[in-house]
């Protein structure tokens, strides 16, 4: 009668479902691997002509999610690959922005404050200014990596959100960018018939999103297979024994900052092309740290963990608290200033955000680290078993031969009484 | 950081402007000591760096503004009042932030004593945010001006104006250095605190109360940056719910500074942080708006060149 009961039931159920044959093939098959990843670009090809229909600001919403979708997936290569805490993920966010900027804007400021003119990217040069975005950014996370990548795992969370501090301030206090004022980006030039600079049409901006974050899931998901993703999964596993094995550390984390880098510049350069006013205020620890709390929810490590992370978050700080504020203090019970419950119209839902933040941050660390779509092999490591491939580690072999299991479906059974026991001593 | 420019600005009649900027470095750096003790005795116990231990600090701040507002003080005092009201405040400030961050061990920390090594880091941050949010959602986003309580005056010595204020703060904070020694090096706590920093399971065989000893670990921690919080109320005069993350991360600096896990290290670093957050201020061109950047460089530069600290390895003393 327990909730396991209920939870056996559905997945029985759903098993059931995913068994059906369609065309001489389980529904399983067509919704795994590159299948699945079909179908959902088509559904998101689809999806903002069904947006429009249900409220066209969604469409806006949803170029906003796949910013921050490309942001955390660059996070991950970091903090779920490589297992570097970086808390200063916005550095790279504000380079890339700044670069379109720069490269659009026309101008600069000297330091008598007088406006220089500088060649810009006009036209069709503006789509260099993404990959030379990823490249500048990419450049100083290897600049900020070199020295201080030796450094232990905390240290470096700290030099990191030092270096993330400290980019704006930079930004904001040498001439040239215009200060706390900050600067204007143009958007992308039209492409024959397709203008990106009708604030009526989001549907180009929508379409520029959904390739540049297709292009990121295919780099992420080709590089985790690629001899220098199972490098970084070696090292966050076990450094030393890493190390033993022939990965070189210090180049091997480096790639992982540098990629990771990389990949915020591209979400820093959509950014800035997107709001088209960027300013130093923008660009703090805040943002960093919401990066990283997508990873966390989502599942280290895992990518659809991490764009799932990244779509919930990003819906509800754009969309949905913004919905509960409207709502709330229109309420009649809240809304006349007499009515008894005045105090929640001075609540505003947006603050309470980092509220919330705090509290998926605390608990999903406590009660569910391996997030909400667990990387199999993160889980593993979590539970305290040996993360070999096949489970074949000492302390894994050991536990599965006590508990007299010799078939590879026992593992999970013996995972689980492991962490139990594990959870009691404490 | 602009709240330094205004206690600085008050100082600016003296005429050796060097002497007074280091007059102004020691005292704000005994306030930074007293925070980074914070993080250096938790850092040496657990190896967990506190990110909440900053906003600890802050709850500290905001409490104690609350009741001196509840007693309706405004003007300075004098005789028995000042001292009845330092020392309610002090115990008050002491209390709420020891407990605070006693209560967080206990919540969170406790249980991930076994997790990876980022695990309980991301859980503080995640405290952290609340800690921040929760006086946000009260207090709102706006500086308190914390009254005047302390008596204005002082005296000048070469050129550079001593404030009596200072004095307390730097005086406060080394008779709280010096219980904090003596305390670790002399009573059976002390020891038990040095054996679990040095071998958690050695010391359990030994007879060590492990939790118990961590507990009071992060009671004495909290206690020190609840103590600071006062004096900053007072020195800086400005209460805030994002006051705790930036003392927070130049506390902490002065804690890596000095060679993190080292109580003497914190001290020593808590010093020269703040000197050389006051000299910078003053000469380096819009120090102001730097001197957090010109902090964050010192971290990375002794992050590069000397992971261990200054004192790191001179003290083996480890708490």
């Known amino acids: 009668m327990s909730a396991t009961n209920i939870r056996a039931q559905l997945s029985d159920s759903i098993s059931a479902v995913l068994s059906n044959k369609i065309a001489g093939r389980e529904l399983r098959w067509y919704l795994s691997g590159w299948r699945l990843g079909i179908i ?43 297992g570097l805490l970086d ?45 030379l975005a990823a490249l500048l950014a990419c450049l100083f996370g290897i600049l900020l990596g070199a020295p201080t990548l030796r450094l232990r795992g905390d240290y470096l969370a700290i030099v990191t959100l030092g270096f993330g501090e400290i980019v704006p301030i930079v930004f904001q206090n040498v001439p040239w960018f215009f200060g ?150 229109g309420l009649p019970l809240v809304s006349g200033s ?16 980092f509220l919330i933040y705090g509290l998926i941050l605390m608990f999903m660390i406590l009660l569910r680290p391996q997030g909400l779509i667990p990387d199999v092999r993160r889980k593993r490591e979590l539970q305290g078993i040996g993360a070999s491939a096949e489970g074949a580690s000492a302390v894994g072999l050991l536990e599965r031969e006590e508990a007299g299991e010799d078939e590879a479906g026992g593992e999970t059974t013996t995972v689980g009484a492991g962490s139990d026991a594990q959870g009691r001593e404490d | 950081m602009l709240t330094l420019a205004s206690v600085f600005a008050a100082n600016s009649s003296s005429s050796n402007i060097f002497l007074q900027q280091i007059e102004n470095g020691i005292t704000l750096g005994a306030m930074y000591a007293l925070v980074a003790l914070g993080y250096t005795l938790v850092y040496g116990i657990i190896e967990l760096i506190n990110f909440a231990h900053g906003d600890i600090f802050m709850w500290g701040t905001v409490i104690t503004f609350i009741v001196v507002q509840m007693m309706g003080l405004n003007h300075p005092l004098s005789g028995f009042a000042l001292v009845g009201v330092l020392l309610l405040l002090i115990i008050i400030g ?67 104006r001593v404030n009596y204020l200072d004095i307390f703060i730097v005086v406060l904070a080394v008779a709280m250095m010096y219980g904090l020694a003596r305390f670790i090096n002399t009573t059976k706590l002390g020891r038990a605190m040095r054996a679990t920093a040095q071998d958690p399971e050695a010391a359990a065989l030994m007879g060590v109360n492990i939790n118990r000893t961590i507990s009071i670990t992060f009671l004495i921690g909290g206690a020190l940056a ?30 890596v500074l000095g060679g993190i896990g080292n109580i003497y290290g914190a001290v020593f670093g808590g010093f020269l942080i703040g000197l050389i957050q006051s000299l910078a201020i003053q000469f380096i061109p819009g120090g102001f708006q730097w001197s957090l950047a010109v902090v964050f460089a010192v971290l990375v530069l002794i992050l590069v060149f000397r992971p261990s600290g200054l004192l790191g390895q001179q003290v083996p003393d480890k708490v």
């Open chain 1, 40 to 82: 959902l670009l088509v559904v998101c090809i689809i999806l903002p002509f069904v947006l429009d229909g249900i409220d066209p600001s969604l469409v806006t919403t949803s170029i906003a999610i796949g910013t921050y979708i490309i942001l955390a997936l660059g996070l991950n290569i970091v903090v779920g690959y490589a």
């Open chain 1, 87 to 131: 808390l200063g993920y916005v550095a790279f966010f504000v380079i890339g922005s700044y670069t379109v900027a720069v490269g659009t804007y026309g101008f600069l400021q000297n330091a008598q404050g007088k406006s220089i003119p500088i060649p810009s990217f006009s036209g069709q040069l503006f789509w260099l200014l993404i990959p």
């Open chain 1, 180 to 329: 706390q004022f900050g600067m204007s980006a143009s958007p992308p030039p039209d492409v024959g018939p397709i203008t990106f600079s009708d604030p009526l049409n989001q549907y180009p901006f929508y379409y520029l999103t959904l390739a540049l974050v297709v292009l990121v899931i295919l780099g992420v998901t080709s590089l985790r297979g690629s001899s220098i993703g199972r490098a970084w999964i070696a090292i966050r596993e076990d450094e030393t024994a890493a190390s033993v094995a022939g990965v070189n550390l210090v180049r091997t984390k480096l790639m992982a900052f540098g990629l990771g880098a990389l990949v915020g510049g591209i979400g820093g350069a959509l950014n800035a092309a997107f709001v088209s006013s960027i300013a130093p205020s923008d660009f703090n620890f805040n943002i960093s740290i919401t990066i990283l709390i997508m990873i966390v929810l989502g599942g280290l490590g895992s990518i659809p963990g991490v764009i799932v992370g990244a779509i919930v978050l990003r819906f509800v700080d754009v969309y949905l608290l913004g919905k509960i504020n409207d709502a709330v203090h």
């Open chain 1, 338 to 353: 007499g009515a008894p419950l005045h105090f929640l119209n001075n609540v505003d839902f947006n603050t309470a955000k």
């Open chain 2, 94 to 160: 002491m209390a709420v932030s020891a407990f605070l961050n006693a209560g967080l061990e206990r919540v969170a920390y406790r249980r991930l004593r076994k997790a990876p090594r980022l695990a309980p880091l991301i859980a503080a941050i995640g405290a952290s945010f609340i800690l921040e949010t929760i006086v946000q959602l009260w207090r709102g986003t706006n500086f308190y001006a914390f009254p005047d309580i302390f008596p204005h005056g002082g005296f000048t010595i070469f050129g550079a």
């Open chain 2, 226 to 255: 609840g103590a600071a919080a006062v004096v900053y109320n007072m020195y800086i005069g400005q209460v805030w719910y994002l006051t705790g993350f930036q003392l927070g991360l130049i506390a902490f600096t002065a804690a």
